[in-house]
């Protein structure tokens, strides 16, 4: 069974400074891994989407890169602001199903 | 852009009530999702429809139902609603039947059962 982990749980940093979240996964036959954006009481949205033949995919502040064969993806924010608080979850497709194997989250605090 | 919606945004209801839960998507998708959120928890699948009227149980399928009637709506079924299935309900849709593609979550659902 796939396990997903996100390390650290929260994260408070200032203003200005770079984001670094860390999620890693125990199978490595995945067909992507998705990052996603939650705040507090409200739905998912999907911030970028990596499939497994690639190494990284950008968007704006946002990088995530992927290794498959370490099992681990690592979401870089650039130049945090207090808009960027939120909680950030990393799921992943195994190959051969529909679900997705959330990690728990990282809830991340940027101070002004 | 993908819109999902879900019926409402914060729902009461009282042990042993039927409850239904909306989703619907305007973008032409297959796959059509549930999930619950808990805290300490995280996301589990609920149920999930690659097309209409087909199901297939998700990880935590036990006390729900779901029906998928027309392509753009997947319901989720409480046929006797207990205080245990308190939580955030989260919907999502993608793409393509037969492969996974980018999942698409609607604003959630939180539902009280008193």
């Known amino acids: 069974k796939q396990e997903v982990t996100q390390i650290p749980a929260a994260l408070s940093v200032p203003e200005g400074e770079n984001l670094v979240l860390n999620c890693s996964f125990t199978d490595s036959a995945i067909y992507n891994l998705q990052w996603f954006r939650q705040d507090p009481g409200k739905g998912l949205t999907s911030l970028l989407l990596?499939?497994?033949?690639?190494r990284e995919q950008t968007s704006g502040r946002l990088n995530a890169s992927l290794d498959k064969s370490s099992g681990r993806s690592t979401l870089y924010i650039a130049a945090s602001q207090p808009g960027d608080s939120a909680t950030y979850l990393c799921a992943v497709a195994a190959s051969n199903d529909y679900k997705l194997s959330f990690g728990a989250g990282t809830t991340v605090t940027v101070r002004a | 852009d993908v819109k999902v919606t879900q019926s409402s945004r914060y729902l009461v209801k009282r042990t042993g009530e039927k409850v239904f839960l909306e989703c619907v998507q305007d973008m032409d998708h297959e796959n059509m999702f549930w999930y619950r959120q808990d805290p300490g928890l995280g996301l589990r699948l609920i149920y999930f429809s690659y097309d209409v009227k087909m199901k297939e149980k998700g990880d935590i399928p036990e006390g729900y139902s779901v029906s998928r009637e027309k392509k753009e709506r997947f319901s989720l079924i409480l046929e006797s609603a207990s205080t245990n299935q308190t939580s955030m309900y989260l919907c999502?849709?993608?793409?393509?039947?037969?492969?996974?593609?980018?999942?698409?979550f609607g604003p959630g659902t939180r539902l009280t059962v008193l």
């Open positions: 999502a849709s993608s793409l393509f039947a037969g492969a996974y593609n980018e999942q698409f």
């Open positions: 990596i499939q497994s033949s690639q």
